[in-house]
């Protein structure tokens, strides 16, 4: 009888596009080891980020298609973190799937596995303005026999927690994992896992903590957690650097189509941005920073131009519109908004050539040889919450300087993509398209 390795994943992320290190960045001969070490986590970490962006941009080009009118939000690197720590038990053909469907191909195994490695390391970190932290754990059956390889590995590069289970006893299991992700998220995950399919012998979770300072405690977190045969992603909030003004805020008209229009509450700021016009693909770039390392890249097509910006998102795309970006005065209007999404990741990955991974004839056997193993069921869940302070009860940030001069104007009140990203990394965690703001 072929047992179900069950994946479960509560996914959340930030966005990133700066290319390679450049050879100045390269230490000399006589450099310390360590030195040598960090610079290639560095440089492994940087070409990871771009793959991981060409894989976000394909996965978005696929949900579009599917869905041409439709709101849509995920975290490729949660993804991508998830199936890289999966791809340590995996061989043969299977194990060229995730390669080829995930765009590894171009990295050796171990270039891969350590640029993920410098990643976690990187993102998890706290300071006064920022706290952020990346997870992985590995709930096992107690009678599974994993591979100590494998396990060493999922330790070491990727930092797993290895939770020894009993999934005989899957009230008691489900409610021990909910404990364990509702402490890593802060409260903020609780109770998510509402059953357990039986023949369950091991679940995968990742997730992803992003808060950003506030005046009460827990508020405002990426978060990641496990679901049995289910991966997802909650909550993308953060502290604008300069908040919005509540009083300016006003409901107004968002132009879903042609003749279709919603009703927003339109937030509005004037301040100092980083803007650019990419001629080729038809849109206005803005970038509206968080406190931190944290950056919203907000892309507005020109009308009709949705499909054309969707279709010509490249890895190399961001790093050209940040050679474009200069600061501006801008008055900038950005719809409050509130949204969720739910994918059957199964059903997409599949449709991206990851398949192998899925079926009764996939390899997982660098996990277990003593059992054949399959991923039952992968469903990727992801929440966007944007208002004017970016993270619920903020306080209240200090005032921009502003230049006399007129400003530019950016009103978001039409379709439009928003990618979040960390910038000392830099790697791909939320990318979206906002089709309607009121979630409708």
Not at 241 to 247: L, M, R
Not at 386 to 394: F, I, L, S, V
Request: hydrophobic share 35%.
């Amino acid at each position: 009888m072929n047992l179900m390795l069950s994946l479960g994943l509560f996914l959340a992320g930030l966005l990133t596009g700066k290319g390679f290190l450049q050879d100045r960045d390269a230490p000399d001969m006589y450099e310390s080891p360590v030195r040598v070490q960090e610079w290639r986590g560095k440089k492994d970490a940087r070409e990871l980020a771009r793959h991981n962006m060409e894989f976000g941009f394909k996965l978005l080009q696929r949900l579009a298609s599917n869905s041409p009118q439709g709101n849509i939000f995920l975290s490729p690197v949660s993804i991508s973190t998830a199936f890289s720590m999966l791809s340590l038990g995996a061989q043969s053909s299977t194990l060229e799937e995730i390669r080829e469907g995930f765009n590894f191909k171009e990295m050796s195994d171990s270039d891969m596995h350590m640029g993920f490695h410098y990643l976690l390391h990187k993102l998890n970190r706290e300071t006064q303005d920022i706290k952020m932290s990346v997870g992985n754990a590995l709930f096992m059956d107690q009678k599974l026999r994993p591979q100590q390889r494998f396990l060493k590995l999922a330790r070491t590069v990727y930092d797993a927690d290895m939770v020894l289970t009993n999934f005989q006893d899957l009230e008691n299991t489900q409610k021990d994992i909910n404990k364990y992700i509702s402490r890593k998220t802060h409260n903020r995950i609780k109770d998510m896992v509402k059953n357990i399919d039986p023949g369950t012998v091991m679940l995968l979770t990742n997730y992803i903590y992003f808060q950003g300072t506030s005046s009460r405690h827990g508020e405002g977190p990426y978060t990641t957690s496990p679901e049995s045969g289910k991966m997802a992603a909650t909550d993308q909030r953060g502290r604008w650097e300069f908040e919005f003004d509540p009083k300016q805020t006003k409901e107004e008209e968002f132009f879903i189509e042609k003749g279709k229009t919603v009703k927003v509450p339109m937030m509005f700021q004037r301040g100092m941005y980083d803007m650019a016009y990419d001629s080729q693909l038809s849109c206005t770039i803005l970038e509206i920073p968080y406190r931190g390392n944290i950056t919203a890249t907000f892309v507005l097509p020109d009308d009709g131009k949705l499909e054309l910006l969707e279709q010509g998102l490249q890895a190399d795309i961001y790093a050209k519109w940040k050679s474009l970006l200069s600061k501006r005065l801008v008055d900038v209007w950005v719809p409050r908004l509130h949204i969720s999404a739910t994918y059957n990741m199964k059903k997409v990955l599949s449709r991206l050539g990851i398949s192998k991974i899925f079926e009764e004839n996939g390899d997982l056997t660098r996990i277990s040889s003593h059992r054949s193993l399959k991923v039952g069921e992968a469903v990727h869940r992801a929440e966007l919450k944007m208002d004017e302070k970016g993270t619920e009860g903020a306080a209240g940030s200090g005032a921009q300087t502003l230049p006399m001069e007129t400003p530019r104007r950016m009103k978001l009140n039409k379709p439009f993509l928003v990618m979040t990203y960390e910038k000392l990394t830099p790697s791909m965690i939320f990318l979206a398209r906002i089709y309607d703001p009121s979630g409708k």
